[in-house]
């Protein structure tokens, strides 16, 4: 049993809780127990198994570590099935639609006997939702376009679940003699946000052998195939996985083949077919002969372009940047220095100051923001002014006794539906570091919306623009705004945009990263950590800005302590209120 299913089980114990009407505290402790889960670098199986005491885990408390118990013990809980019997089935399928909570499920299941994706779908093409109660029209079209944007992730998994799915499979194939040597291809090895299978590539001398140990792992739910060539499974949880078996001349052409995309193949096949040759997954040739096959950088070599990394391999310009010998130096992990986005137990963090101080350190960061809520976040018991210059004191405190890491004291100051900042200006002036996001107010018509972002961009007060479009992947819509203008308004006030690291949000865009970086606007990076363990996502952040062509220089989280600090300065006068 993975921690991933586990999670998962909680997410629906949540879910069918908020269905029948469960108190808030309740459906979001499941939730926060998921979140845990899912971020633990340790197997439950063998926490378990080890003897340790669940309930040290943050937001595990003693009945939960008892349903994991008995996850563990029976591959289920009762709870849960109890749970399943009392809502009808496919109303968890309709609440995946964004705008479409437990409650509104509910009421359109009992006045039009909708109970899948399609019956919703149907019925709103057909006008029957306005004609329910407190629907009208509006929610038809928001209801259509939220249907789209639940089933454009359907059967996709995220990329931070599918890694956990991959460590998994790293310790197995790592154990597994006859597998002399693997890797992951496929979207996974580009980056990106979401991934539909899993490709990985197989070298062994016997191959047979591989094949009975790999299709042995315990993570394997169902064998779809399996042949000389490729076996196919479903893993518990439901990702697939291909097993692809290549020679070691051919290993660098498959790994070029199956890495994709498949836009990116198609125009290097074409690069080889105008010089008379043939390109496929074993190899480049002439005639019969072999040209390149063994490693991807001999490959692009014999087609005179450098080594192209996988995440711009979307056939969008890498490949004649590439050719001019311009292809951009794209930032790493090892490049950043800091984190400007992270949660204490002050606001919906389960850690205090130090422990995260702690962890920064741990990480090897120079810089760590401490950015919790502002009151309007009543959710997440926001901060008031009052509270804010307290908190700002205690982390000052806490940083005067640490070495080599700046805890920057911060704020995620919430927009305001007008565009002003939830917090007194003169607080937020005081600190080292504000995160401006907007978090209620969604649907405002696209002016309003971005002349409400504008205007907190030029407050002369805010460092960087959280969690940009505020959109969640599968749940919930991009805020309609002219991106355009937010960006120009970024550029005048010298404010940065953030790319956000929770697995679910990545936010912002590979696709707008790219296009800010063009309209000169510079970045920062947030993991928006709400526990120690979570600062690693900042790596989903490095992620997404390599996909969106970002270099060292495009980052403000690359600089050093002291580099920022003259930086904060200088763009603190320019804006001074
Ligand atoms: P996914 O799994 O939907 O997240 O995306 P990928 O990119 O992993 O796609 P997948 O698993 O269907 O195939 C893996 C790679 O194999 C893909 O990136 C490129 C290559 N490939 C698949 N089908 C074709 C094809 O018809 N032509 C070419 N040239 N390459 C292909
Ligand atoms: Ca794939
Ligand atoms: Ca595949
Ligand atoms: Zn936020």
């Known amino acids: 049993m993975e921690n991933a299913q586990i999670a998962d089980m909680f997410d629906q114990i949540a879910d069918l809780l908020d269905l029948t009407g469960a108190n808030a505290f309740r459906i979001r402790s499941y939730h926060n127990a998921a979140r845990t889960v899912r971020g633990l670098s340790q197997r439950l199986e063998d926490l378990v198994a080890a003897g340790e005491d669940l309930t040290d885990l943050p937001g595990i408390g003693q009945s939960t570590a008892a349903k994991i118990r008995e996850i563990l013990d029976t591959g289920t809980c009762k709870r849960l099935e109890e749970l399943r019997s009392q809502v009808p089935e496919g109303l968890p399928d309709l609440m995946r639609v964004p705008g479409l909570g437990p409650r509104k499920a509910m009421q359109l299941h009992d006045a039009l006997g909708v109970a899948t994706l399609d019956d919703l779908r149907t019925a709103a093409e057909e006008h029957r939702i306005s004609t329910v109660e407190h629907f009208g029209a509006r929610s038809e079209e928001k209801i259509l376009e939220g249907i789209r944007t639940a089933t454009s992730t359907a059967g996709r998994m995220l990329y931070h679940d599918a890694a956990g799915h991959v460590e998994a499979l790293s310790r197995r194939l790592d154990g597994a003699g006859a597998v002399e040597r693997w890797v992951v291809a496929g979207s996974f090895r580009r980056g990106m946000e979401t991934v539909g299978d899993l490709d990985i590539l197989v070298l062994a001398r016997d191959r047979d052998a591989a094949i009975e140990q790999i299709l042995a792992f315990d993570n394997i739910a169902a064998v779809d195939s399996r042949g000389r060539e490729k076996a196919t499974v479903r893993l518990e949880g439901g990702l697939q996985v291909d097993f692809r078996f290549f020679e070691e001349e051919s290993f660098g052409a498959a790994m070029m083949y199956f890495t994709g995309s ?316």
């Not at 947030?526 to 495009?554: C, M, T």
């Open 262 to 577: 498949k836009a990116h193949n198609i125009a290097l096949r074409r690069m080889a077919q105008q010089r008379g040759w043939k390109l496929n997954e074993y190899g480049l040739f002439d005639g019969r002969r072999m040209l390149a096959g063994r490693s991807e950088e001999a490959l692009y070599g014999r087609l005179n372009l450098p080594w192209i990394p996988p995440e711009i391999r979307e056939d969008r310009g890498e490949i004649d940047a590439a050719a001019a010998g311009r292809l951009p130096s794209l930032i790493e992990l090892k490049d950043v220095r800091g984190d400007f986005q992270s949660h204490t137990t002050a606001s919906d963090g389960t850690a205090g100051i130090e422990e995260m101080a702690q962890a920064a350190q741990a990480r090897g960061h120079s810089y760590l923001a401490i950015t919790d809520h502002s009151r309007r976040v009543t959710m997440a018991h926001g901060l008031d002014e009052d509270r804010c210059r307290r908190h700002a004191d205690r982390i000052r405190r806490v940083n005067d006794t640490l070495e080599g890491l700046w805890l920057m004291a911060g704020i995620e100051v919430d927009i305001l539906k007008d565009g002003s900042l939830d917090l007194d200006e003169g607080v937020l002036a005081d600190l080292d570091w504000v995160v401006a996001s907007a978090h209620y107010d969604r649907n405002l018509p696209e002016k309003a919306m971005t002349d409400r972002l504008v205007r907190a961009i030029s407050s002369g007060v805010v460092h960087c623009l959280g969690h940009p479009l505020g959109r969640i992947i599968g749940r919930r819509e991009p805020l309609a705004f002219d991106f355009d203008a937010v960006m120009e308004a970024c550029r005048d006030h010298d404010v940065w945009l953030e790319v956000n690291g929770q697995p679910d949000r990545l936010d912002l865009p590979e696709a707008f990263c790219r296009r800010a970086r063009d309209g000169g606007v510079q970045f920062t990076f947030g993991s928006d950590a709400h526990r120690p363990e979570d600062l690693s996502f900042i790596a989903l952040a490095v992620n997404v800005a390599r996909r969106g062509w970002l270099q060292k220089k495009d980052v403000i989280n690359t600089l050093t302590a002291g580099q920022l600090r003259k930086r904060l300065n200088r763009s603190r006068i320019a804006g001074a209120p």
